[in-house]
């Protein structure tokens, strides 16, 4: 499955944005999707998880609460909605497809080209 990222820009603090991640492929709704970020100078990060049918998720302690991680099988697509964004959560974000959950990179086998986000205080 390809993937491709969009939605990133600059918001300011307590703002809102919306990441989608559009697949291509018939098999998009095999995998579990995750929303990883990689903010300057730190390593990619896990933060949300969405099971193949949207029926279980998971979201990182930083961002549990103001993120909610969506799917649509139907039109193969998997949402980030970020609201109460901080300064913070100004990173690099990317969506990702694996075949199982886990909170490795390596687990994943497709990545997105990833999108930024920038959080001004």
């Known amino acids: 499955v390809q993937l491709q990222a969009s939605g990133g820009g600059l918001v300011q603090a307590g703002g809102s944005l919306r990441l989608s991640c559009a697949a291509s492929?018939?098999?998009?709704?095999?995998?579990?999707m995750g929303w990883f970020r990689q903010a300057p100078g730190k390593e990619r990060e896990l933060i949300a998880y969405?099971?193949?049918?949207?029926?279980?998720?998971y979201y990182a302690g930083s961002v549990k609460g103001r993120f909610t991680i969506s799917r649509d099988n139907a039109k193969n697509t998997v949402d980030l909605q970020m609201n109460s964004l901080k300064p913070e959560d100004t990173a690099v974000y990317y969506c990702?497809?694996?075949?199982?959950?886990?909170?490795?990179?390596?687990?994943?086998?497709?990545w997105g080209q990833g999108t930024e986000v920038t959080v001004s205080s």
């Open positions: 990702a497809a694996a075949s199982t959950f886990s909170v490795h990179m390596r687990e994943y086998d497709n």
């Open positions: 492929g018939r098999t998009f709704s095999n995998y579990g």
């Open positions: 969405i099971n193949w049918s949207g029926g279980s998720t």
